[in-house]
């Protein structure tokens, strides 16, 4: 079954596979303590389209983590996807410029009691200095 998946991914050109937030969130439990106070860094298509992100995001404060950081590179076929990019300050329109992200305190912006990804959401429509472009195309290897 598996096999046959990856087979048509591959002649469809369509590979783009993610790690199940469950999983992440079974095996990330367990580490805690080992997150707190560090920076996390997550290389990305999209940040709305990673799971990893999705999961540091919803448990920065549980966490206790320093920052979060997560990158698009330009070119990426799926950035834009989740979250309309042009409704966050510091972007131009163009959905697909690659851009950095970069979180310091999420706060529980809708008072429902917990912080997810809609609590991201409001902290990157109302705080420009969250978002910045980036000029070298978001690839991990450039000195950005």
């Not at 991914?9 to 937030?21: C, I, M, P, V």
């Not at 206790?64 to 070119?75: E, F, M, N, Q, V």
């Not at 990804?117 to 969250?130: F, G, M, P, Q, R």
């Amino acid at each position: 079954m598996a096999t046959k998946l990856f087979d048509n991914a591959k002649k469809s050109k369509k590979d783009e596979f993610y790690t199940q937030l469950n999983d992440i969130e079974k095996e990330l439990k367990h580490y805690k303590e080992q997150f707190k106070n560090k920076v996390i860094y997550c290389n990305c298509d999209d940040p709305f389209e990673s799971n990893f992100f999705r999961f540091f995001a919803a448990n920065f404060n549980n966490f206790r983590l320093k920052k979060l950081i997560a990158t698009s590179y330009s070119g990426s076929p799926i950035v834009g996807g989740q979250l309309p990019l042009f409704d966050i300050k510091g972007l131009k329109t163009n959905s697909k410029e690659p851009f950095k992200l970069e979180i310091n305190k999420i706060e529980d912006s809708n008072n429902d009691g917990s912080i997810d990804l809609s609590d991201v959401e409001w902290l990157l429509k109302h705080d420009e200095n969250i978002v910045t472009p980036l000029k070298q195309g978001g690839d991990f290897r450039s000195n950005e």
